[in-house]
């Protein structure tokens, strides 16, 4: 089992990635004092974070502290404690911090990457390592952004099939005569 962490008062936290379109890997990083988290996500989990910020952003007072540029960027070297499971998030309205919950995802689990889960629930990983980081609107409004830019900068989309297009070639499937499924 990974080792499971608590940041009440991130003082930074960002979203990024390693590696070029079609090969990157996606990681969620968070700053409290001289402690760093890296944890690893999938394209869909970063896409399904950056949707659920956005919804807890939108009933709350817009932030005037949101950090961009370089300020975002990926503190080297890229270690991930541990890969990620499941996510849930609330609003901590005491601290006015958003709460974000990860569970590492374990070898062998039933879920998939990207299913949001329900860390400590029976079945859902059981012992698995729980990441608990409390950031500031302004830098869960700096996620959303950069979330769906990055979710949004992959691989163009083939104009015929709309599957990505690999640098290394693209075996369109309406080009050898098969037609796409539903059509």
Not at 82 to 91: C, L, N, R, S
Request: glycine residues 12%.
């Amino acid at each position: 089992m990974s080792a499971s962490f608590e940041l009440p008062e991130a003082e930074w936290a960002t979203v990024g990635t390693v590696g070029e379109p079609g090969q990157r890997t996606f990681y969620l990083q968070a700053r409290q004092g001289t402690r760093l988290i890296t944890l690893k996500l999938e394209k869909q989990q970063v896409a399904a974070l950056a949707q659920l910020l956005a919804e807890v952003l939108s009933d709350l007072p817009q932030a005037e502290d949101v950090p961009d540029g370089d300020l975002l960027d990926l503190v080297e070297p890229v270690l991930a404690e541990w890969a990620v499971g499941g996510m849930q998030m609330a609003y901590d309205t005491t601290a006015d911090r958003i709460v974000i919950l990860a569970e590492e995802l374990r070898p062998g689990d039933p879920g998939r990457p990207g299913d949001p889960g329900r860390p400590g629930d029976p079945g859902a990983g059981g012992d698995s390592a729980i990441g608990r980081l409390a950031v500031t609107r302004g830098f869960a409004t700096a996620i959303v952004r950069r979330g769906a830019e990055l979710v949004s900068s992959g691989r163009p989309l083939c104009l015929l099939c709309g599957y990505p297009l690999d640098p290394s070639g693209h075996s369109c499937p309406r080009t050898n005569g098969h037609r796409p499924a539903g059509r």
